[in-house]
């Protein structure tokens, strides 16, 4: 008896776990909170952030350059027979301890400006960086958008397979009705039973690429495979979205707006610092030296405090360094960095005219989605009365079974059309809200 009573107890402890977790709801994520997750989580992202992290370090490395260096260095020395101490520079004979202790410090007064050039270089560097990084989020934003709105179709078309199937299944149970009643042939039965496992195939093939556009949104998020995930649904019909610029205008947004551009333009300055820090190499090169040494003999009687007081040394050094001829590197490297200049002005213009191919072929295909969404409405109007009317029709046994199929199927299309012209007008609308600098909502 007890131990049928912990049976009983398990199982309506697991009943009622189960019955909760159902009732929990899955989170249905809109637009906005996957791009604002992405943005924070995706590796792409992360990555490029790191890249502003080492512009940071090579920034503080370049402008510690300008700074003093100092080290320290000690040695001990044991020596016998003849030699010369290293402290009295005395020739002795006989076994000798010596100490030397010593601090060194140099500074680069001139370079030829290199290090005044190489901290603004690394100053561009970090500005691109961070253009880099930006980009890295847009390209992020776009892909979002993108797998987004394809989900919203693949979802959207679910709906009217499982329509579809629902629809063929009533005429199939009709079809078999009518059969019995000898109103119809066994052929126009298969012809429903047909349409209704075709319906039933779309049902299950729209499932798949639901799933599949959910596991590329959730990749893009960093969600874990088993975590589970939902998208919000758009209201109703969306209206027709007017679009009021020109290309041009869209175009020349894009320009100030998108951080691609702008880092083709550091890029030019960037390497004109690298002229700059070439050309420096031509000139003389000033650096201050310093030193101060002590040390400590066992030839000398006096004791180690004593000696290391007396024999301190200090040192002051300028070294003047004027460059005569290095084997044409810095020729070389002046002829390099003006190569480079014109690679990175060329690049610009590749960027710009990237720039304005996507531009055009979001505006384009935003104006043909518009009137594609125009004609796909009207036809699928137009096919949804000629569907109504085929199935009064068939009722009445004014039409076959093979003319209601076919009436289905233009139907069917007629939907499917209409849902793709529906979502390629909100993608291309969104895009150029995007080049624009806008946001992107839904």
Known sequence: MKFKLIISTI????????????????????????????????????????????????LNTAKSARLPNLFGSASQRVSS??????????????????????????VVLFQGNQLNNQVKQSQLLLQQSQFIEEEAK????????????????????????ENNLAASENELQQAKAKLEAGSISLSELTDIQSQAATNKYNVISAKNNYQQNIIVL?????????????????????????????????????LN?????????????????????????????????????????SVLNSSFRDQFNFNLNPQLALTLTVPIFNRNRTKNAVQTASINIER???????TEKIIYQKVETAYQNAISSQEQLIAAEASQDAAEQSYDLAQKSYDLGGISTTDLVLSQNIYTNAQQNYIQAKYMNILYYQLLQFYQGNDIKL
């Open 257 to 297: 707006n998108l951080p691609e551009l702008k880092s083709s333009e550091l890029d030019i300055e960037i390497n004109e610092k690298a002229l700059d820090i070439a050309k420096g190499a031509y000139l003389p090169s000033l650096t201050l030296n310093g030193a101060l040494t002590t040390g400590y003999t």
């Open 344 to 350: 990175a002005q060329l690049q610009k213009q590749t």
């Open 11 to 58: 199982l309506f402890s697991q009943l009622a776990f189960s019955q909760l977790a159902d009732s929990v709801e899955t989170k249905k994520w809109t637009l906005e909170e996957c791009i604002d997750y992405a943005i924070e989580n995706n590796i792409t992202v992360k990555d490029a952030s790191l890249y502003t992290n080492i512009a940071e370090i090579d």
């Open 138 to 161: 847009n390209n992020i934003v776009i892909s979002i958008l993108q797998a987004y709105v394809q989900t919203l179709y693949s979802k959207e078309d679910i709906a009217i397979s």
């Open 218 to 254: 959730k990749q893009l998020l960093e969600l874990p495979p088993t975590e589970d995930f939902a998208i919000e649904s758009v209201d109703g019909d969306m209206e027709l979205i007017n679009i009021e610029l020109n290309s041009v205008a869209i175009y020349n947004n894009a």
């Open 81 to 106: 027979g003849n030699t010369i101490d290293p402290i009295t520079s005395d020739y002795v004979t006989d076994q000798n301890f010596s100490t030397n202790v010593g601090l060194n410090s140099s």
